[in-house]
């Protein structure tokens, strides 16, 4: 069972309270290829009581990550976003903490035990352009060990097209004793593994950027030193000293074949903190919009050097196209195509390799009733003799939603991962005649099978793993 509590104080300011949150409606995330990522990955935010009133808690780069607080028992949430000031205040008990280290060149992750998370910022806003504040999160082990942040920061604007914008982050942690991670490498001189070490660390962002109706300029520094760790955030490369320089146009254009043009070129220049080159890359796009509201994106994106795990890469770049379309209402589509040369990251020696992916997703209506959306996501990395394979598999991808009437609905969603052989079904069935009256059954299953079975022997209906759940809601007036 689940309590939420909300109460206004004013227009402007609020305080929400929830224990054993109802995160019943959310649909499991849309997978992502990780196979060849040397950092765990980023997933957007779903759920409603960590979405709504947390813009002050968005960073230049990652120092909060809501998805840390993983599975709340409690969480409460004070918000107040006035004319001259915005101040939030987020805590939570979390009953499985993940643990994410970063590294400078792959991150270490964790399943932990029980924590106690605290979120705060406040700013002063001179005017609409023109605002300061400061921020500090926490987080305290059950096990033993904590991790604590401060930091700093401001936006300021100049003639109305410069802007200037900046974070200074401090850290104070102490690791747990415990098993979460198995590593035997080091940082600074310390241990990834989790041995109640204790150290600090810190982070320096600026920004300035100049944006008039056609032109957009940035020049971005940041500092992340070995130290460094969010432990309510998602910082997952350290010991880097980034520059980066970017340069942009774009313009509009009356026609019926081209209505946008924008071209843009970005450099990056990295280093760590012993001042060894790391890497240079530069990225080069131009996106056009024509036809049928129809975007399409080419980017060219090359490492002329990159050093990873000691070993010195040049040249290594790819090409991405990327078409996106809206015909009409009911049709909607996506086309992205990768190819050129890569770096196989996860083998025991890293070498460059060929790679191929690509990404169609298309969504149709039929009727008012009818959504259906399919995806498929594909890639592959071979050596470049082409002999052998570092991976090859694809994700795909099937929901179907279906809109009885204004009250009453049902949703499915399925996904099978050929990369790990497992497959995720997802119902829901939704009764909610007004916003205080709601009613679902539900639930999701995942199975382990081996999808090359003879057919007579394939069940698809071998799960190990399945959640069912029912939910009623309904606000009595006293």
């Known amino acids: 069972m689940g309590i939420g509590l909300n109460y206004d104080f004013n227009p402007s300011s609020s305080v929400e309270l929830t224990i054993n949150p109802d ?13 060849n990522s040397a950092y765990a990955l980023e997933y957007p935010e779903l759920r409603p009581f960590f979405n709504r009133g947390m813009e002050l808690l968005n960073f230049l780069d990652g120092a909060f990550y809501s998805r840390t607080i993983n599975a709340p028992s409690f969480s409460s949430k004070y918000t107040s976003l006035g004319e001259s000031s915005g101040t939030i205040l987020l805590n939570a008990i979390d009953q499985t903490s993940p643990y994410l280290i970063g590294g400078e060149d792959k ?14 910022r406040h700013q002063r806003i001179i005017d609409e352009g023109n605002r300061y504040g400061f921020f500090t999160t926490s987080r305290y082990f059950k096990e033993g060990g904590y991790g604590n942040l401060f930091g700093i920061d401001g936006l300021f604007t100049f003639n109305k097209i410069w802007r200037f914008q900046f974070e200074l982050i401090k850290n104070f942690n102490k690791e747990p004793e415990a098993n979460w991670i198995e590593s035997n490498d080091s940082f600074m001189d310390k241990t990834v593994e989790l041995d109640g070490e204790k150290f600090k660390g810190s982070a320096s962002y600026f920004r300035i950027a100049r944006n008039t109706e056609n032109w957009s300029t940035y020049l971005f520094y940041r500092a992340i030193s070995p130290g460094y760790r969010a432990d309510v955030g998602f910082v997952p490369r350290i010991n880097r000293k980034w520059t980066t320089f970017y340069q942009g146009y774009r313009n509009f254009f009356e026609k019926d074949y081209l209505q946008e043009l924008s071209v843009s070129i970005k450099g990056d220049l990295t280093y760590n903190y012993d001042n060894k080159l790391k890497s240079k890359n530069i990225d080069f796009d131009i996106t056009a919009k024509t036809f049928a509201k129809t975007l399409v994106m080419y980017n060219y994106d090359i490492n002329p050097f990159r050093n990873f795990r000691g070993i010195d890469f040049k040249n290594v770049g790819k090409s991405e196209i990327t078409i996106m379309g809206f015909p009409n209402e009911d049709l909607s589509f996506m086309l992205k195509y990768i190819f050129g040369r890569e770096i196989a990251f996860n083998e025991d020696i890293p070498e460059v390799g060929k790679e191929l992916s690509s990404f169609f997703r298309v969504s149709y209506k039929i009727g008012e009733n009818l959504n259906l959306t399919s995806s498929i996501n594909y890639s592959r990395l071979k050596s470049v003799d082409k002999k052998r394979s570092f991976y090859d598999g694809y994700i795909s991808r099937f929901s179907v939603r279906y809109q009885f009437n204004n009250d009453l609905s049902f949703r499915i969603v399925s996904e099978y991962n050929k990369f790990n052989e497992t497959f995720l079904v997802q119902p829901l069935f939704k009764w909610n005649p007004d916003p205080s009256t709601i009613f679902y059954i539900g639930g999701i299953q995942n199975s382990i099978n081996d999808f090359n079975l003879d057919p007579e022997e394939f069940n698809p209906f071998l799960i190990n ?14």
């Open 465 to 478: 793993r399945s959640q069912f759940f029912i939910k009623f809601q309904y606000l009595l007036g006293i």
């Open 107 to 120: 991150s270490y992750f964790g399943d932990g035990g029980v924590s106690y998370i605290n979120a705060f």
């Open 23 to 35: 995160f019943s409606q959310i649909e499991a995330d849309v997978t992502q290829i990780d196979i």
